[in-house]
């Protein structure tokens, strides 16, 4: 929740070095005072907006329509990064979601895995309880530290409130995983099923999504999408990347072997998603760069 707040300040408060008009408003002017036709502004909803940022200036591409094609383009002059057309985003996503994929065997053990593990979930809830009381109290001492430095003069106003602003949010998410917890159920558990819910069909699913469910898929599966000139690599998420990762199960491989193998992978999986919040938290850099 608190990155969310902070991006969004930074987006509303683009910094100096933003021209007065923007570049789209000003081809269009530079286009009627030529004389070309301009059609009217058709609203196209571009699957990849503000999701691609660019590897030279941090900045987010922005989406255009040329020739039925669509392109993701680089707003900074200077910049290498140019243009990306959206079929070369669209199929690395794809080959991403292809290793995600699991086969029958895969999905019989983590069906199998999730069915004894709900069995023992009060005892994964207990553990989750645990871990989560510890965070409470260290985000509150860190709000004192923060405040003590403040109060020392150590740090500025600005940098101060965006600190505490972070901690704030923090502390009640983590006030909601308690909850949450006392509710009953684990919620490591819970994120992993639908995570795995997810995965096992993603290219299918991926195929048929609107633009809306193709974001919203992507940032549940990558934390990053970067172009450096014509390329884009994806920065998948921890989950992501053990299953990307994993070994794979050759056809009539031991059976012993291959339950070992995948106890492992979803021990790590779980894992991930037991501590999942912690990834949400802005780092340090990502609180500069809004500032
Ligand atoms: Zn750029």
């Given at each position: 929740?608190?990155?969310?707040?902070?991006?969004?300040?930074?987006?509303?408060?683009?910094?100096?070095?933003?021209?007065?008009?923007?570049?789209?408003?000003?081809?269009?002017?530079?286009?009627?005072?030529?004389?070309?036709?301009?059609?009217?502004?058709?609203?196209?909803?571009?699957t990849?907006?503000?999701?691609?940022?660019?590897?030279?200036?941090?900045?987010?591409?922005?989406?255009?329509?040329q020739?039925?094609?669509?392109?993701?383009?680089?707003?900074?002059?200077?910049?290498?990064?140019?243009?990306?057309?959206?079929?070369?985003?669209?199929?690395?996503?794809?080959?991403?979601?292809?290793?995600?994929?699991?086969g029958?065997?895969?999905?019989?053990?983590?069906?199998?895995?999730m069915r004894?593990?709900?069995?023992?979930?009060?005892?994964?809830?207990?553990?989750?309880?645990?871990?989560?009381?510890?965070r409470?109290?260290?985000v509150?001492?860190?709000?004192?530290?923060?405040?003590?430095?403040?109060?020392?003069?150590?740090?500025?106003?600005?940098?101060?409130?965006?600190?505490?602003?972070?901690?704030?949010?923090?502390?009640?998410?983590?006030?909601?995983?308690?909850?949450?917890?006392?509710?009953?159920?684990?919620?490591?558990?819970?994120?992993?099923?639908?995570f795995?819910?997810?995965?096992?069909?993603?290219?299918?699913?991926?195929?048929h999504?609107?633009?809306?469910?193709?974001?919203?898929?992507?940032?549940s599966?990558?934390?990053?999408?970067?172009?450096?000139?014509?390329?884009?690599?994806?920065?998948?998420?921890?989950?992501?990347?053990?299953?990307?990762?994993?070994?794979?199960?050759?056809?009539?491989?031991?059976?012993?072997?291959?339950?070992?193998?995948?106890?492992?992978?979803?021990?790590?999986?779980?894992?991930?998603?037991?501590?999942?919040s912690?990834?949400?938290?802005?780092s340090?850099?990502?609180?500069?760069?809004?500032?």
């Amino acid at each position: 929740m608190g990155v969310m707040r902070v991006r969004k300040t930074g987006e509303l408060f683009p910094g100096a070095h933003e021209p007065l008009v923007n570049k789209q408003v000003f081809d269009r002017v530079q286009m009627i005072l030529e004389g070309k036709t301009v059609d009217r502004v058709v609203r196209h909803d571009f699957t990849f907006r503000r999701m691609l940022r660019c590897t030279g200036c941090e900045r987010s591409l922005i989406g255009e329509l040329q020739k039925g094609h669509v392109y993701y383009r680089c707003q900074t002059r200077q910049c290498p990064t140019k243009t990306i057309r959206e079929e070369i985003v669209d199929s690395a996503v794809s080959r991403m979601l292809s290793l995600l994929e699991l086969g029958p065997h895969e999905l019989e053990h983590a069906t199998q895995w999730m069915r004894n593990a709900h069995t023992d979930e009060h005892a994964y809830r207990e553990k989750e309880l645990q871990a989560a009381t510890l965070r409470l109290d260290s985000v509150r001492s860190r709000v004192h530290r923060l405040t003590d430095a403040f109060i020392d003069g150590l740090l500025e106003k600005t940098l101060f409130e965006q600190r505490k602003n972070a901690l704030v949010g923090e502390e009640g998410e983590t006030r909601e995983m308690i909850q949450r917890l006392n509710g009953g159920s684990s919620i490591g558990l819970q994120q992993m099923e639908e995570f795995l819910e997810l995965v096992k069909n993603a290219p299918f699913v991926y195929k048929h999504a609107n633009a809306a469910e193709k974001r919203e898929m992507l940032r549940s599966l990558v934390s990053n999408l970067r172009v450096t000139d014509r390329n884009v690599s994806l920065e998948p998420k921890p989950g992501v990347h053990i299953l990307i990762n994993r070994p794979r199960i050759a056809y009539g491989a031991p059976s012993r072997g291959v339950h070992r193998t995948w106890n492992g992978i979803l021990e790590a999986l779980l894992k991930v998603f037991t501590a999942s919040s912690d990834e949400r938290q802005p780092s340090i850099k990502t609180l500069k760069a809004a500032a």
